[in-house]
Structures are given as C-alpha cells and as structure tokens.
C-alpha cells in the first residue's frame, strides 16, 4: 500500500507527463500553424486572381458593346456567351483543382494529427509502463525488506529463548 509521500510522488510525476504533453502539442501545434496560412493566402490568392479576370472580362465586355453597331451586337452576345461559358468552364476546372490540392492538404494534416496522436499514446503508454515498473520494485524492495526485518526478529527471539534456556539450566 503506498504511503503518502509515493502518492505524491505519483501526483508530481503525472504533472509532469501531462506538462511534457503540453507542450509537446504546443510544439505541433505551432509546426502546424504556418501550413494554415499557407493554405489560406493561397486560397485568398486564387479568389482575388478570378476576381480581376472577372473584372477583367466584364471591362472587355464593357469596351466590345461600346464599339459594336446595333447590328452587331447580336453576333457580339454570341461570342460573349461562348466567352462566358470558356470562363466558367475554366474557374470550374481550376476550382476542381483547388479542391483537389485541399482535400491532399488535409489528408497530409490528417495523416500528421494521426501520427502525432500515435506518438503521444505511445509515450504514455511507455511512462505508464515505466511508472508501473517502477512502482513493482518499491513494492518488490518493501516486502523483501519486511521479511529480512521478520527473519531478523526470529532470529533475535531465538537467541534470546536459547539464552534464557541455557541460563535457566546453568543456574
């Protein structure tokens, strides 16, 4: 049965697990952050990079009507809708590709936290099994030295009844 200071002991080693734990994940934590915002300027980048060609088309657009006489300008939508849907088409494979960079992004950050979390469970796993072997051989040196106190005190009885029974004869 641990007395109270090994309870202690105990508590202070957990502490510490749990402190080295912490900062493990502040550790990872801070590794992770510079691939958020990576992602996220990348991200910012596209969506202002379709934004000016939007613009872009929309200016384009704007010059075309303005130059075209009224009997062109029904060949003008024409072209206009096939530009349109070459745009469209365009933004939506590209968005294709951003979510397919993404989705790898994160399987990597998935494939990362999952690895982290392995590695954390393993360490405690190993200190508990550390502390547990620990905790074995105090208790182990206990009751070894209990028992050489047990079989000292035999001893000491024995003598002193073969004492007092050699004196009890002597005299």
Known sequence: MPNGSEFKKRLSNRDIIRAIEAQKQE????????FANAKQKVVKLRKDKEEELFRQVHMHRERIMNKLAPQQQEQTDNE?????????AQRDARLAQQQKEMAMLD??????????QEQVQKEREDNQKALDMLYAKKEADRIFF?????????IRRWKNSKRLRSGSSNG
């Open 80 to 88: 206009e809708e096939l530009i349109a849907k070459a745009i469209i």
């Open 27 to 34: 550790i990872e934590e801070e590794r992770r952050r510079p």
């Open 107 to 116: 399987s990597i950050a998935s494939q990362r936290e999952a690895m982290r």
């Open 146 to 154: 209990e028992k050489q106190h047990l079989m000292a005190q035999k």
